[in-house]
T-cell receptor, first 115, second 115 residues
Framework: DSGVTQTPKHLITATGQRVTLRCSPRSGDLSVYWYQQSLDQGLQFLIQYYNGEERAKGNILERFSAQQFPDLHSELNLSSLELGDSALYFC??????????????FGPGTRLTVT | GQQLNQSPQSMFIQEGEDVSMNCTSSSIFNTWLWYKQDPGEGPVLLIALYKAGELTSNGRLTAQFGITRKDSFLNISASIPSDVGIYFCAGQLSAGGTSYGKLTFGQGTILTVHP
């Protein structure tokens, strides 16, 4: 158990819908990262937050957005869902994103299926 | 963007055999990490490497950070059935006091161990 929790574990929804994925980082971790894992793209970084502020963006679509709340949990919002958005979405957390690269601990993921 | 080439894509070995896999990049990284992912779970950190040339062990696992900073190797000695899973390398780039934080992942090596 990494200490990172994600809900829900599974999500099935229809095209065009909007969903929210939730992540709670490990106790004491201030930085949260979101990743998407699909069969064709592998593990791709989406976005990073540190202490409530966006720090880095990766291959995140405009239909997707995220935020980190004062209690440090984070939510990833996916809207206008398409079949290709079906994937595993992972959240990871680390203590802080300073110059020395830190170690990220991954949650169990949310499996999103868009039908 | 940065690409990591991980090889081999898959390995089928007998219990007790040693395993080697590697990752190469077209550009340098300041940190290399190796993760293992079991089906339906998030990646679990195995080893983190922070210095070029560094050799680090974690039980039967040994990893090395290449001198050129463009590659890394993972060796598993005396494999056992529970070593089965997908192994990912990941590179992280940090610069000038601000860590980008994001990880770039290889495509993964699927390891199967026959008893």
């Amino acid at each position: 158990d990494s200490g990172v929790t994600q809900t829900p574990k599974h999500l099935i929804t229809a095209t065009g819908q909007r969903v929210t994925l939730r992540c709670s980082p490990r106790s004491g971790d201030l930085s949260v990262y979101w990743y998407q894992q699909s069969l064709d793209q592998g593990l791709q970084f989406l976005i990073q937050y540190y202490n409530g502020e966006e720090r880095a963006k990766g291959n995140i679509l405009e239909r997707f957005s995220a935020q980190q709340f004062p209690d440090l949990h984070s939510e990833l919002n996916l809207s206008s869902l398409e079949l290709g958005d079906s994937a595993l979405y992972f959240c990871a957390s680390s203590v802080e994103p300073w110059d020395r690269a830190d170690e990220q601990y991954f949650g169990p993921g949310t499996r999103l299926t868009v039908t | 963007g940065q690409q990591l080439n991980q090889s081999p894509q898959s390995m089928f070995i007998q219990e007790g055999e040693d395993v080697s896999m590697n990752c190469t990049s077209s550009s340098i990284f300041n940190t290399w990490l190796w993760y293992k992912q079991d089906p339906g779970e998030g990646p679990v950190l195995l080893i983190a490497l922070y210095k070029a040339g560094e050799l680090t062990s974690n039980g039967r696992l040994t990893a090395q950070f290449g001198i050129t900073r463009k590659d890394s190797f993972l060796n598993i000695s005396a494999s056992i059935p529970s070593d089965v899973g997908i192994y990912f390398c990941a590179g992280q780039l940090s610069a000038g006091g601000t860590s980008y934080g994001k990880l770039t992942f290889g495509q993964g090596t699927i390891l199967t161990v026959h008893p």
